[in-house]
């Protein structure tokens, strides 16, 4: 699948050839709920109903708004999310909800080859 430009260029989504969707927020983005749910929304239309393991790279986002925080509980078509940042302030702002509130089992990563691997494991593990 070709990338896809989300929210005017804040994000782009693509499905790469091992079944992951890549979702990468532009460093330095600030994210509001109307940018969480347009996102989620396109994930959802490249799943098809069929849930797919998400790859979220946040590194240096700007800011988080407490709406965009809530929008992230939002259940979608991801059967579970990596998030992967770049710093200790990536991390702060992908635990700040805490891993307990996203739809399906999420985790923050800072090694992309690790956050891959636990996408693609199964999923009874």
């Known amino acids: 699948m070709e990338p896809t430009h989300i929210d005017g260029g804040k994000a ?4 790469r050839e ?14 509001g709920a109307a940018d969480v ?11 098809a109903g069929l849930p797919h393991p998400l790859l979220v790279e946040m590194s240096d ?6 709406s965009a925080r809530a929008a992230f509980s939002t259940p979608c ?5 990596a ?19 996203y739809p399906c089992p999420t985790r923050f990563f800072l090694d992309r080859t690790e956050a891959i691997r ?8």
């Open 12 to 15: 782009i989504l693509e499905l």
């Open 118 to 125: 636990w996408l693609l494991q199964d999923p009874v593990s």
């Open 18 to 31: 091992d079944g992951v969707i890549h979702l990468k927020w532009q460093p330095g983005v600030s994210l």
């Open 37 to 47: 749910f347009n996102a989620m929304a396109s994930v959802n239309d490249i799943c």
């Open 61 to 66: 986002t700007e800011t988080v708004s407490h």
């Open 83 to 101: 998030l992967l940042g770049s710093n200790p302030v990536d991390r702060v702002i992908a635990n700040f909800r805490g891993t307990e509130t």
């Open 77 to 81: 078509d991801a059967s579970r999310i």
